[in-house]
């Protein structure tokens, strides 16, 4: 059983930076991860995606430019590094990691096998 625990977030301002972290337990961590958001009223979608070694990331058009993926395998855990922060960027931050699939990278939900219980971010303007 694999187990997802994120952590990190808080309350910012815009135009603040945040990291939120996603610590992975219960298999080798040799798997593609990925980032999703949901903000209140709306669905859960997809930020960043990242391969096994790191090599391949991917990212919503939103967070282009703003938001990197990273992850260290020797901590077992992946990272969201978030610059420039908006209020829309407000949302509950997901991770996921999928055990079927490693390249390309994917973005829908469907893909991926396991999530975390998630991390608050609020952005106030």
């Known amino acids: 059983q694999v187990q997802l625990v994120e952590s990190g977030g808080g309350l910012v301002q815009a135009g603040d930076s945040l990291r939120v972290s996603c610590r992975a337990s219960?298999?080798?961590?040799?798997?593609?991860m990925a980032w999703f958001r949901q903000a209140p009223g709306k669905e859960r979608e997809f930020v960043a995606a990242?391969?096994?070694?790191?090599?391949?990331?991917t990212y919503a058009d939103s967070v282009k430019g703003r938001f990197t993926i990273s992850r260290d395998n020797s901590r077992n855990t992946v990272y969201l590094q978030m610059n420039s922060l908006k209020p829309e960027d407000t949302a509950v931050y997901y991770c996921a990691i999928s055990l079927r699939w490693q390249l390309p990278l994917r973005v829908a939900e469907a893909e991926y096998d396991y999530w975390g219980q998630g991390t608050q971010v609020t952005v106030s303007s």
């Open positions: 219960g298999r080798t961590f040799g798997d593609p």
């Open positions: 990242i391969s096994w070694s790191g090599g391949s990331t």
